[in-house]
């Protein structure tokens, strides 16, 4: 089966799964948020299996890369990172409402890469400076700090929106009740940031020796190492916030926020400026 | 201590003033990634006004990375790094060498529910499952008999308190890394055709050159494309040479650098030379001469006749009728010129009396040599890229230590566990609770699965 085809089926699944999970937040049944999982799940392994049909398929164009060499490749790669983790703290916590506001994101990445008119998804060759081995370890590093600062976003949405509702108190009833408590989501955005600022730092070094073995220079103050390092230090403000000063709950949600903003200009915003990671530029 | 000092070290010791120099470092990052080009900014300086053009270039504003405001703002950031790391160093000490015993005040008031195990053992059997259970999870054990009851304390993690310590440390190693790199390093572009050798380098920095002690031939250069025409691969063959002799042959490929006297060579870019090569080959009365190849301005002798030749044009297309060259030949007797066609036979076929009518075009000229040109060939440069960067070392050390530091930081808790065990009347209760430095949600977890596997420990 041509792995296209299995990836528009999987756009389709993470907008149904994203659905069931709105269901379940509105209903308050079980039952949908079981099925929202599992269809995340379907979609999540239907990927993996498109994923390396794709690889494989490169290997027959005579090619041979991981698909992670464009802007297509690595917006596919995102979303199934966002999955990967989301379902993971799902299981862990036991708890699906985060789901509301990170599977549509995903799906969102998805429907971006095939049909936005300017990504390519045909399988390109690796110009000289890709093919390194420090290409995977530094694509993928780099995409699942992206996607834990994803789901730090995600929380710190459902934060400001629970918090506007009732100005800050637990109430017993109606829609925010619905939604996790205070303290989960100030926890979930903590850890998930930590987990997202641990795979940027290692992100971060893995592609500086990249960079290093490439183009002779560990720093080049490209716009995109320039804007990764940006997203860091804001990430770092926000840790060093909320150690010593101790900034919680709405502060910490505002600079996820904002924090994830950056993430996406580092990724998006950066390649229209001008600067060694042209790759990217569909 | 005088108070103005005192003033500033603790200006100096405020987080408030490190997130504001963090900000600061931010917003000077996002406006340095907006700058269209140096230039740009100068020249809209200068218009802007003669003051503030001085000012731009004072600090360097063009140029932002390397402005002098950013390198005030890494200096202040590096002091209120290290001062805050002293500052805050003996209260981490004493939390560090906290003494086991007594426990925290009410560390055992209003236990919930689980973490009081009651008995009826005896005390004797009980203390050595408490022990063991703690073994298994805890590195450091300790133990006390007092009045009140019997106590155990378990800790683990204890270093990770120096976890923070590590991260800063590790950030100034870089800082101090790319600072010696930043004055003791050296870049430097070389441009080197196919078969010839290069001893200067242009300096990146400041348009100077720079004397190698030694000097790299290109012996060959090679680039592959893919069907769409994107290149593949593209590598030099290289020959580094001092002294007269070759003390080393690589092969220079994208992604993999070389290192040759303590400088790295890495393939940066390549190019087409402005000059073309001629294969050229004659005959000598009907016997072959052998194949040379030659560019403009370029000579060769002919033996046989003690001729010198010189290569006066190399033209792609002339006159419309393909490749050509032009020669002289010099010898005692004669000093001759003519063109050398490529496609000699179809343009004698369409003229067939060209020779007889232009002698300049007749590559037999002088005679007894013909001379054919067999085709043209493009020249590749390579371009190399060198560099020489004493601070690499440092900088690596800095980013293991920092990988390292956030995992400590993130990952291992110092978690502190005190256990109290008391006769109450006939029964014994066990009473467990911990400390940690963060999050507390894990310990606990910890101790609740600890309360139950005594409590199923001892009822087997």
Not at chain 1, 88 to 101: A, H, Q
Not at chain 1, 267 to 274: C, D, E, I, K, S
Request: glycine share 8%; hydrophobic share 45%.
């Amino acid at each position: 089966m041509n792995h296209t085809l299995i990836l528009s089926w999987v756009t389709f699944v993470y907008f149904a799964s994203f659905v069931l999970y709105l269901f379940r937040l509105i209903t308050g049944k079980e039952f949908w948020g079981r099925a929202a999982s599992f269809l995340a799940w379907a979609g999540l392994i239907a990927q993996t299996i498109a994923l390396i049909l794709r690889w494989k398929n490169s290997y027959d164009l005579g090619m041979g890369h991981v698909p992670l060499a464009n802007l297509y490749e690595s917006m596919i790669f995102f979303a199934w990172t966002i999955i990967l983790i989301y379902l993971i703290i799902e299981w862990r916590t036991k708890s699906r409402i985060i789901g509301v506001f990170v599977v549509p994101i995903a799906f969102l990445a998805m429907a971006y890469a095939s049909i936005a008119p300017d990504i390519s998804n045909r399988i390109e060759p690796l110009i000289p400076a890709l093919q390194s081995n420090w290409l995977t370890s530094h694509v993928v590093t780099c995409f699942m700090g992206y996607a834990a600062f994803t789901i730090a976003f995600g929380c710190g949405l459902i934060y400001l929106l629970k918090n506007k509702e009732k100005g800050g108190v637990e109430k017993p009833a109606g829609f925010s009740a619905k939604l996790p408590d205070f303290t989960t989501l100030d926890t979930l955005i903590y850890q998930s940031i930590t987990l997202g600022f641990v795979f940027l730092t290692i992100g971060i070094m893995t592609g500086s020796v990249w960079a290093h073995y490439a183009w002779g220079s560990y720093w080049s103050w490209d716009p995109k190492e320039t804007w990764s390092l940006i997203t860091w230090l804001v990430y770092a403000i926000l840790l060093h916030s909320r150690y010593v000063r101790g900034w919680r709950g709405k502060r910490m949600a505002i600079l996820a926020i904002i924090g994830f903003g950056c993430v996406l200009f580092t990724y998006l915003g950066v390649n229209y400026l001008p600067g060694l990671h042209s790759y990217l530029k569909a | 201590m005088p108070i103005e000092k005192h003033a500033l070290w603790s200006f100096f010791s405020s987080v408030k003033l490190t997130i504001t120099l963090l900000v600061l470092v931010v917003l000077l990052f996002i406006t340095g990634t907006f700058i269209p080009s140096p230039d740009v900014v100068q020249t809209f300086a200068n218009h802007l006004s003669p003051g503030a053009g001085k000012v731009f270039l004072f600090f360097c504003l063009s140029d932002l990375y390397h402005s002098s405001l950013f390198y005030i703002l890494l200096a202040l950031l590096s002091l209120n790094l290290i001062i805050c790391s002293i500052n805050r160093f003996p209260a981490l000490w004493r939390q560090y060498n906290a003494p086991h015993f007594p426990e925290p005040d009410g560390i055992f008031d209003n236990l919930p529910q689980g973490r009081i195990i009651t008995v009826d053992k005896e005390i004797g059997k009980i203390k050595p499952i408490v022990k063991s259970s703690l073994k298994k999870y805890y590195g450091h054990i300790g133990e006390i008999e007092e009045k009140r009851g019997h106590f155990f304390y378990a800790q683990r993690g204890r270093f990770s308190l120096f976890g923070v310590y590590i991260i800063h440390l590790s950030v100034l190693i870089m800082i101090a890394g790319a600072i010696i790199g930043s004055v003791f390093g050296l870049e430097a572009d070389i441009n080197i055709k196919e078969g010839e050798s290069v001893n200067v380098a242009n300096m990146t920095k400041g348009n100077r050159l720079y004397n190698l002690d030694f000097s790299i031939r290109c012996d060959k250069f090679t680039v592959e494309f893919y069907k769409d025409g994107t290149p593949k691969t593209y590598r030099s063959d290289l020959s580094f040479i001092k002294n007269g002799q070759v003390r080393r042959q690589a092969t220079l490929l994208v992604n993999h650098p070389l290192t040759f006297e303590g400088f790295r060579f890495y393939q940066s870019t390549y190019g087409i030379a402005p000059e073309i090569k001629a294969i050229i080959t004659y005959t000598n009365a009907g016997e072959n001469g052998g194949e040379m190849t030659l560019a403009a301005g370029d000579t060769f002798f002919l033996p046989q006749s003690r001729a010198r030749g010189f290569v006066l044009r190399v033209e792609e297309n002339i006159m419309q009728i393909g490749p050509a060259i032009k020669l002289r030949i010099v010898s005692q007797k004669k000093d001759v010129q003519f063109w050398v066609f490529q496609h000699l036979d179809q343009i004698v076929a369409v003229n067939p009396d060209l020779l007889t009518k232009m002698p300049m075009f007749n590559p037999g000229l002088f005679q007894p040599f013909v001379f054919s040109l067999n085709r043209l060939e493009q020249t590749y440069f390579t371009g190399l890229h060198l560099v020489c960067d004493p601070g690499i070392p440092l900088v690596a050390l800095g980013g293991l230590l920092m990988v390292a530091g956030l995992i400590i930081v993130f990952f291992i808790q110092y978690q502190r566990l005190w256990v109290f065990i008391k006769q109450e009347d006939s029964k014994i209760s066990i009473r467990m609770a911990g400390r940690s430095n963060r999050n507390n949600q894990q310990l606990k977890k910890k101790i609740d699965y600890l309360c139950k596997r005594i409590n199923e420990e001892i009822k087997a």
